[in-house]
């Protein structure tokens, strides 16, 4: 059974969002994940499966070859209706897969994967899983020193008496500026690609991983 990390980093939380070693097998009931309720068994609590997509195939179907956080690389079959063609578009290599409630799946040819029926479970991130991890670190660590008063660009802080006024990003909504000419300088050193990956984490620190009370849907 895997256990929760002590960080205080939502992403690097290893129940809720576990490699692909930490999740469940289709056909056992894990009690980290499931609990019996009137004789049938429900989710416990969320989870998602976060991969890095390092290779795509597939004539019938779409097949995705991701790269977890411990480095592992597993398959994920897209076998919905339309097999997996509506996020063709999105597909790139280096960007991030993440898949609620995934489990461990034994396809045909004898390897172990992870099989996605429901379109509304999958979805792709455009940035990579380290972008991804790092926003989630920034945001544990801002809620924890407290760095949302100061401006994402030149550092200065928020002080009502010589007028500085902190705006947030209207984007991700974690990113701090003192004015638009520091926005605009860190949206060109870098908050562009890590603004996608800071909104992302800000939808799962919106949610309530560890209590269940219906499933999530992207």
């Known amino acids: 059974m895997p256990e929760t990390k002590t960080s205080q980093s939502l992403l690097r939380n290893s129940v809720n969002f576990p490699a692909f070693s930490d999740l469940p097998y289709e056909n056992d009931v894990d009690p980290t994940y499931y609990v019996q309720k009137s004789y ?11 991969g890095e997509i390092v290779d795509s195939y597939g004539l019938c179907r779409i097949l995705l070859r991701v790269k977890d956080k411990d480095g592992q690389i597993v398959t994920i079959g897209l076998y919905t209706d339309d097999r997996g063609q509506a996020l063709a578009p999105q597909i790139k290599e280096g960007h991030t897969v993440a898949v609620l409630y995934g489990e461990q799946h034994n396809f045909l040819d004898m390897t172990v994967g992870i099989r996605v029926e429901e379109p509304s479970i999958i979805r792709i991130i455009p940035c990579s899983l380290e972008q991804l991890l790092k926003a989630s670190d920034d945001v544990a660590a801002r809620n924890s020193n407290g760095q949302s008063e100061c401006c994402g660009s030149c550092g200065k802080k928020e002080n009502t008496s010589n007028k500085t006024h902190l705006r947030l990003c209207s984007r991700c909504k974690q990113a701090s500026y003192c004015g638009e000419v520091c926005q605009k300088k860190a949206w060109a050193d870098g908050h562009k690609a890590d603004c996608k990956a800071l909104g992302w984490v800000q939808w799962c620190a919106a949610r309530k991983w560890g209590m269940f009370n219906g499933y999530f849907n992207f």
């Open 40 to 50: 049938i068994f429900s989710p416990r609590q969320h989870w998602c499966f976060l």
